[in-house]
T-cell receptor, first 115, second 113 residues
Framework: DAGVIQSPRHEVTEMGQEVTLRCKPI?????LFWYRQTMMRGLELLIY????????DSGMPEDRFSAKMPNASFSTLKIQPSEPRDSAVYFC?????????????FGAGTRLSVL | AQSVTQLDSQVPVFEEAPVELRCNYS??????LFWYVQYPNQGLQLLLK??????LVKGINGFEAEFNKSQTSFHLRKPSVHISDTAEYFC???????????FGSGTRLLVRP
């Protein structure tokens, strides 16, 4: 398996623009997580999907952020409009199950820079 | 609330020396414990995990960790490090029946020749 695939790897955009980050989880995994990593706040869970349904979006910073999972093999995280403070590395992770000791497998991340 | 503390933000060590990266967690209930490694410009990769049973857990790349319930610790060790072990290491904890992984702030291991 190719692992969790994220695109793009790097994104540079200007403040106010819409940004869409994409994630393809590992086939057969039914849990998907979006994280944000910054120097100041470390790794933060933004949203968690189980069987394509958003279960917990309490980590989404504000209404400018939205995430979808239209099917089991694809998810997007959208920021509209983007702001410089959104600059961070965004990770997608998938897991075969959400509970117990199931491992979360991470993608390589998308490094977002908002100018 | 659950939390994970990694007291050392950076640990410099010479090649072939032993290393210990410290992790303490706060929880009064059963937890699952993980160590992840992040190499530069890459995602996180699982090193090892503790679910139950033996308190000494062996992982990949020669790393091991010991779960100490009384001290609520899960320190990561390696008897002899390589230059290639230079990376950021994250301790994480999850409560039984919860989906949320709580990560520590990370420890940067810097191995010098």
């Amino acid at each position: 398996d190719a692992g969790v695939i994220q695109s793009p790897r790097h994104e540079v955009t200007e403040m106010g623009q819409e940004v869409t980050l994409r994630c393809k989880p590992i086939s057969g995994h039914n849990s998907l997580f979006w994280y944000r990593q910054t120097m100041m706040r470390g790794l933060e869970l933004l949203i968690y999907f189980n069987n394509n349904v958003p279960i917990d979006d309490s980590g989404m910073p504000e209404d400018r952020f939205s995430a979808k999972m239209p099917n089991a093999s694809f998810s997007t995280l959208k920021i509209q409009p983007s702001e410089p403070r959104d600059s961070a590395v965004y990770f997608c992770a998938s897991s075969p199950e959400a509970s117990k000791g199931a491992i979360q497998y991470f993608g390589a991340g998308t490094r977002l820079s908002v100018l | 609330a659950q939390s994970v503390t990694q007291l050392d933000s950076q640990v410099p060590v010479f090649e072939e020396a032993p290393v210990e990266l410290r992790c303490n967690y706060s929880s009064s209930v059963s937890v699952y414990l993980f160590w992840y490694v992040q190499y530069p410009n890459q995602g996180l990769q699982l090193l090892l995990k503790y679910l139950s049973g033996s308190t000494l857990v062996k992982g990949i790349n020669g790393f091991e960790a010991e779960f100490n319930k009384s001290q609520t610790s899960f320190h990561l060790r390696k008897p002899s490090v390589h230059i290639s072990d230079t990376a950021e290491y994250f301790c994480a904890v999850r409560k039984d029946s919860s989906y949320k992984l709580i990560f520590g702030s990370g420890t940067r291991l810097l191995v010098r020749p």
